[in-house]
Every structure is written in C-alpha cells, then in structure tokens.
C-alpha cells in the first residue's frame, strides 16, 4: 500500500505542512501565500516560471476561499466592492496579462532577483512604518 512508503508520508507530510502554512498566511494578512510557495517550489526545483505559474494558480484557489470567508464574516462588505471594480479591477486583470506573457521571456535569474527585492522591499516597508 501507498501510505506505508515512509520516504512518500514524510513527503506528504512536508506538502501538507507548506500548504496548510500558506493559507494561514494569506488568511492572516490578504497576501504572502505566493511568497511560501514561490520558496517552496523553487526549493523543489521547479524553473522560475514554472515556480511563479504554479505559485498564481495555487494561490487563486487560497484567494478565493479566503475572499468567501471574509463576505461571509463580513470583513469584506458589498458597499467596498464599487471602488475595488472602477480603481483595481480592470488594472490588475491587464497587469496579470501583461506579466503573463513577460513570464515566459524573462529569463530565471532575472525573475528570481526581481522577486526578491520586492520581497525585501515590501518587509523594509513594513518595518519602518
């Protein structure tokens, strides 16, 4: 049987563990999920863009049921919604298009750097605020 390999439970255990930690983390703080598993697919040696592809449609599906828990709790109400629509919306969606496509031009190393200085950027934010 599958679950009596100790090296497949161990493995399991780590996947679950880094998943399980990625949602909390985005649950916490709306964001930070794709940090998690930006390190962890990458420690797994996945190539840059197959690490940032992976991260965004994993982390659609953590955004998605953390957005249902915050309407249901009322974190997040309908009247917020109009001006997520007329300033965010339409500008993310031709951001995420535009990055999608540079994904595959860029070359790793360069994404890597680009990555972590905005993760550095963003803790030196936080920091001095």
Not at 21 to 34: D, K, Y
């Amino acid at each position: 049987m599958v679950f009596t390999n100790t090296k497949f439970m161990k493995t399991l255990l780590i996947y679950i563990t880094i998943g399980f930690s990625a949602g909390i983390v985005n649950g916490l703080f709306g964001t930070g999920a794709g940090i998690v598993f930006v390190f962890f697919f990458a420690s797994l040696a996945f190539s840059a863009d197959r690490t940032f592809a992976t991260t965004n449609i994993t982390v659609l599906f953590i955004s998605l049921v953390s957005l249902f828990i915050y309407l249901k709790n009322r974190t997040l109400t309908p009247e917020v919604l109009p001006y997520f629509f007329e300033s965010a919306f339409l500008p993310a969606l031709t951001g995420g298009a535009v990055g999608s496509i540079l994904l595959s031009k860029l070359k790793g190393g360069f994404l890597n750097k680009l990555f972590s200085l905005l993760v550095i950027a963003g803790a030196i934010g936080r920091l001095i605020r």
